[in-house]
């Protein structure tokens, strides 16, 4: 940090930490990105940044960010900024060297706090008070902040998971709630961050059920199945896993394909929710270690628990121990005996799993290859 305020300074340039990170470090919170306000445009921190040797990738030029690179560890250096126009969705802005007008154009009090590197606060709108006091309050009109960016709506939702204790600021509570259908123009991937990390937060199932009465949830998830599952899920779960957490939230026949293309998940997370909703892959308590065989590993803690089916500390407990085995035999096996190619082949290695595994694993290679032959022999004409 010293290396990169030092070369920000010799080329003429003040900078502040802001944002989250000024946030979580006050509420003595672990900080994941470090974001950094700088009062002079790209081109100059560039200038500044490379005259020290630092590396600079221009991240986000038009918006007035870039990412300096110190011992690896990558800084988002934006310009202050004013809007110059904004429609709902997005905004065209412009620079500026004035602090007070870049803390304006950001969402809530307490996400508008900046930190000197000497530690000294600027905070404009009173976000300390209401950070301690959980309160999530709009900068200025939440009305015309939330017709500026309709994303806000649902960004207030998710601090308040994370930050907020009830109740609601109620000004800004009523403006989400007065617009709560304008939310549904927004694009699927800014609103996918917000639902997945208000999942993911402490208070997420209170918020949930806020946004289903507030009309919130009526474009995006109108899926929601009430907080229930959640609440427990959270009881049970070491961390939090938001895509486990949508499918707790979500009922067993949801559609996960449509939910994924509204969301803009990715094909890999669409399928994982449609395995964790589908009753099909429910752990069968009678036989857990051919359960954990069947769904794999990840799909098997998943289902455990969103399902917590019998003693499903037990089910954890075996899945952290004990790896399936593949299964000792291939279809190169059965050609090997002299069968064609075809779908009789793949029938012949499933009967030979389905025996393996009522066997509870224990059959080698060779016991393997001996069942095979012998439902090979049994087939034949
Ligand atoms: P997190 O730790 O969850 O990332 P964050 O505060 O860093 O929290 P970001 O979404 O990364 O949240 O945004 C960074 C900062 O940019 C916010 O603190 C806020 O000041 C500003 N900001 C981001 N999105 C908006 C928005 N839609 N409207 C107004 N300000 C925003
Ligand atoms: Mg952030």
């Not at 806000?152 to 308040?160: E, Y």
């Not at 929601?224 to 895509?243: F, H, I, M, N, V």
């Not at 035999?329 to 064609?340: F, V």
């Amino acid at each position: 940090m010293r290396t990169l305020f030092d070369a920000l300074a010799s080329g003429g340039i003040a900078a502040r930490f802001v944002g989250g990170c000024v946030r979580d470090w006050m509420l003595g919170r672990s900080i994941s990105d470090i974001d950094i306000a700088v009062d002079k445009p790209p081109e100059i921190v560039t200038k500044a940044l490379e005259a020290a040797d630092i590396k600079v990738v221009p991240t986000g030029l038009k918006h007035g960010t870039v990412t300096a690179i110190v011992k690896s560890r990558p800084f988002e250096l934006t310009t202050l900024r004013r809007d110059v126009e904004t429609d709902g969705r997005r905004a065209v802005v412009a620079f500026t060297d004035d602090w007070r007008t870049d803390a304006e154009r950001r969402d809530f009090t307490f996400n508008a706090l900046y930190a000197e590197p000497d530690g000294t606060i600027h905070d404009y709108f009173d976000g300390q008070s209401d950070l301690k006091a959980g309160r999530v309050r709009f900068i200025g009109d939440p009305e015309q902040r939330i017709a500026e960016d309709r994303l806000r709506v649902l960004r207030f939702f998710r601090f308040h998971a994370r930050f907020g204790r009830p109740p609601f600021d109620g000004p800004s509570f009523d403006a989400c709630r007065r617009n709560a259908a304008t939310v549904s123009g927004l694009s699927g991937e800014r609103v996918r961050k917000e639902v997945l990390r208000t999942l993911d937060a402490p208070g997420g199932a209170d918020a949930f059920d806020a946004m289903l009465e507030a009309g919130v949830l009526d474009h995006w998830l109108p899926e929601y199945a009430g907080s229930t599952k959640l609440r427990a899920l959270a009881a049970r779960e070491e961390k939090p896993d938001a895509l486990r957490r949508l499918a707790a939230i979500l009922p067993t026949d949801a559609d996960a394909t449509a939910i994924g293309k509204r969301l803009k998940l990715s094909t890999q997370d669409s399928v994982r929710l449609q395995l964790m909703l589908d009753p099909v892959n429910a752990i069968d308590t009678t036989n857990l270690r051919a359960s954990l065989y069947r769904l794999g590993t990840k799909l098997f803690i998943d289902r455990a628990l969103l399902d917590a089916p019998g003693d499903w500390r037990a089910a954890l407990a075996l899945a952290g121990t004990w790896t399936p085995p593949e299964l000792p035999i291939g279809g190169n096996d059965a050609l090997a005996l002299g069968l064609k190619p075809g779908p009789k082949v793949g029938a012949l290695i499933e009967a030979v799993e389905r025996w393996w595994i009522a066997g509870d694993f224990s059959a080698d290679r060779a016991a393997c290859l001996g069942e095979l032959k012998r439902l090979a022999d049994a087939q034949a004409p």
